[in-house]
């Protein structure tokens, strides 16, 4: 189970999907409020066509009794400027989210003798003028023209004055709210609007009117039910999806670990991965480690050989030692002390060579030491007769045991080809030190001058063991040489022959 989920197929898949999740839950959200919005704005707009068609009743005169509140099933409430509710639906049992909770305005009165006929209707209710309803002493009796503007407090004619709205004008501000409302027996949650109207014979009124949200409501289920049950199929099916292209992607990458798994157990550097034939990561991949194991054959084969070359040159000179030494010691007269000093040494130089090669191999780096490489070719020339030296001091920085390594191998490749002279030039091109060394040989074929830094070659005429060395030393030079960022070429000299140039970086 750990190996399944830690796999780069499932860790694809579980990221696609919980990307695509979080899409589509942040899509159905976005989707679901607007949708709620919409229809909210809907239902604001019956509910304020509805207000508004109460409000211009009243501003055109109509009295409560007159007004149309049951036209369209829904809940009406008229409240005046005190909060008493005046007028509302029949059906209305149950209301909240307005400005009032009640549902019955208040009972109309009987109009009393000699009061001109005004009643309660027209006072929206209010009882606050029962104190002289009847009395012929107070001497009100305005008739029923005055509109119930007898009383005080009612929103009458002396109350005008502080009205927010003008006489018989309707607001054009609306304000909504939301709440619930019983009507007919049936109860339902509603958006009010509310409008504001003033009618000069009833003062400032407000009239709330609901539309329902039913719809509103219904909608918003309809559409999270469908998410709710294509939310986890749609992720199902992106699961899947995602598995099965993946799989497919790195259908390539199982065959480059399949090949690699079995070129380990066959230590068959010779097999290589299989290259899709597409222009992916993929493909690029196969192709490096393609060529990585083409550079590690490459490099295991020369090591074989270099093996097999060493343990070539070493036992000629163990077995002409072996040979003097048993000869000398069976007839001590026939010893030849010269040859077998000339062996030792030989083989003692190869095997300095061969150590050095093991520590350029394992990645030795140089030291940092400056010197003056003038001082080192001085000293090293000194030591060759024939060889002459020509230019100007030169700071490198490096071994100066390894560069010495480097000057002596050049110096006695070039004695052991020349015929009369060996000529050392040192000079500076701009961030360049510049040694060559030149012969008046018979010079380095152009189809050679590459193979001869290889190990343990040596050309036709250079074979001799006795004159020509181990094949060793330009592959030394050209090793050191790299390893201190420079490089080692040959090439021709101008007076003929053989010309070997060494750049190293100069004095920064």
Known sequence: MRGLFGSVRAKATLAATVVVAIALVAAGTAVLLSLRSNLNGQAGTQAERSAREVAADLSGGASYARLRLDDDQRPVQVVDEKGVLVAASEDLRRVSGTGTGAVKPRAPRTAAPGSGGATADDHGGDDSGDDSGGDDKSGDDRGGDDGGRGGRGRGGGEDDDHASLEPGRIGAEVSFSEGSATLDGDTADYRFAAVEVSVRSKGALTVYAGAPLTAEQAAVRTALTVMLIGLPLLLAVVAAVTWRVTRRALRPVEGIRSEMAAITASEDLARRVPVPDTRDEVAGLARTTNETLAALETSVERQRRFVADASHELRSPIASLRTQLEVGAAHPELLDVTGAVEDTVRLQRLAADLLLLARLDAGERPSDT??????LVREEVSRRPGVTMAGESAEVAGSRGQLARVLGNLLDNARRHARDRVEVTLRTEGPWTVLEVADDGAGVPAAERERIFERFVRLDEARGRDDG???????????????????????????????????LPGHA
């Open 370 to 375: 400056r010197f003056d490489l003038a001082a």
């Open 469 to 503: 060395g181990a094949g060793l030393g330009l592959a030394i030079a050209r090793d050191v040489a790299l390893r201190h960022g420079g490089t080692l070429t040959a090439g021709d000299a101008r007076g003929g022959g053989a010309l070997f140039t060494l750049r």
